[in-house]
């Protein structure tokens, strides 16, 4: 396609509508390119269904993940424009609610763990506070009495990724990029080594660019040779959803309890999650994981017992080797990836989306991703070649 100013854009093949895949190309579609994403199920009904939507660039981190604070900072900045521009391109609200975020303490070894977090994080510089139990009462009245304190962190938000899903899916076509979903066996095309499109069926959709975007079936894309398929493999998470009054919500915030998270919707939905299973991709409801919800949920929030339970089911999270995305360019000209972004894929669905269109449309890669570039495991892939022979 020739832009307006007569530069020629690059057509682009996106693999995977989820939440990255489909603002990916929302980006580009908007900018001017001709973009076709290709999904073998239904668009957005991958992690991106299966998420919570949680925007907690700060609460989440922990010892080990400091490298992805700027990166999941960054996009958490980003988050009121993007949620503001994706509504006013659609006309449907993606329900981003600032109340922010707690993770509280039931006992006081909880308040011990929990006070190591809060010293981490701010030493970090993370704006994170400390709330008593008197004053975490006070914000959520229904919560456990005997609840000791609790970590606070206001910028750490939420968002319907369900409602995100859908919203995306209108921005792209709105913008006029084409969505094939259903489609059986997307086969990426290589001509000479280099990606030039996407094959399903007998028909072949040739591109400058292929962006490989599908979450946690990532390193089984059909036509991606063996010695380039990316780390990341499915992280099996199990969640439920209990139905709230919502003129009087038992929840405002989100919360972090000792065992699970809870996360209240504006339209009375409370959803409840998430087992971490190494198990592949298990799709089966267990009784264990199940109860380990409800439990953890009940000791927090014990008004819960009486609400229904409206929904169970199963996500696979895109897991890589170090827990962080594969953003960027790899050795197979012309492929890009943006997977592996494992719980953090509605959080960085921004400055993935700007990323990642910035590297299609410029060649330039954005600083902020440089670190998380697919090539960082080349190492571990030239030490295994070695201990095999």
């Keep these: 396609m020739v832009h307006a100013r007569g530069i020629r854009l690059p057509s682009v093949a996106i693999l995977g509508a989820g939440c990255v895949g489909l603002s990916i190309a929302w980006r580009l579609a908007a900018a001017g390119c001709s973009v076709d994403v290709f999904d073998s199920g239904e668009a957005g009904r991958g992690a991106t269904h299966a998420a919570g939507g949680m925007l907690a660039a700060c609460v989440e981190s922990e010892p080990g993940e400091e490298s992805l604070l700027p990166l999941t900072r960054a996009s958490q900045a980003l988050w009121p424009a993007f949620?503001?521009?994706?509504?006013?391109?659609?006309?449907?609200?993606?329900?981003?609610?600032?109340?922010g975020t707690m993770v509280i303490a039931l006992t006081a070894d909880d308040a011990a763990k929990v006070r190591f977090l809060h010293r981490f994080q701010t030493d970090l510089g993370l704006p994170v506070t400390w709330l008593s139990g008197a004053e975490v009462r006070r914000r959520e009245p229904?919560?456990?009495?005997?609840?000791?304190?609790?970590?606070?962190?206001?910028?750490?938000?939420?968002?319907?990724?369900?409602?995100?899903?859908?919203?995306?899916?209108?921005?792209?076509?709105?913008?006029?990029?084409?969505?094939?979903e259903r489609c059986p066996t997307p086969t990426l095309v290589l001509d000479d080594g280099r990606a030039t499109g996407v094959q399903v069926g007998d028909v072949r959709v040739s591109a400058d660019r292929v962006v490989l975007a599908a979450g946690a079936w990532s390193g089984m894309v059909a036509g991606l040779p063996p010695s380039a398929r990316p780390p990341v493999r499915p992280i099996k998470g199990q969640m439920l959803c209990l139905r709230m009054d919502p003129a009087a919500p038992l929840l405002r915030h989100v919360v972090w309890t000792p065992g699970t998270y809870l996360i209240p919707r504006l339209d009375g939905r409370l959803l409840v999650g998430a087992t971490t299973e190494e198990r592949g991709f298990d799709s089966q409801l267990t009784a264990g994981g199940q109860l380990a919800l409800l439990d953890g949920a009940w000791r927090a929030l014990p008004g819960v017992a009486e609400l229904p339970i409206e929904e169970s089911w199963v996500g696979f999270r895109p897991g890589s080797r170090d827990d962080?995305?594969?953003?960027?360019?790899?050795?197979?000209?012309?492929?890009?990836?943006?997977?592996?972004?494992?719980?953090?894929?509605?959080?960085?669905t921004p400055v993935t989306a700007d990323s990642v269109a910035r590297l299609v449309l410029t060649g330039e890669t954005d600083p902020l991703i440089r670190p998380f570039a697919p090539d960082r495991f080349a190492t571990d892939h030239i030490t295994a070649a070695g201990a095999a022979a």
Excluded: F
Excluded at 83 to 99: F, I, K, N, Y
């Design 83 to 99: 949620a503001a521009a994706l509504e006013a391109a659609t006309g449907l609200s993606v329900d981003l609610r600032t109340e």
């Design 324 to 348: 962080a995305p594969l953003l960027g360019e790899t050795a197979i000209p012309g492929l890009i990836l943006a997977t592996g972004h494992h719980r953090n894929g509605i959080l960085l």
């Design 142 to 180: 229904c919560l456990q009495p005997g609840v000791v304190g609790a970590l606070y962190c206001a910028e750490d938000h939420q968002v319907d990724n369900r409602k995100l899903a859908v919203a995306l899916l209108r921005a792209v076509r709105a913008a006029g990029g084409r969505v094939h």
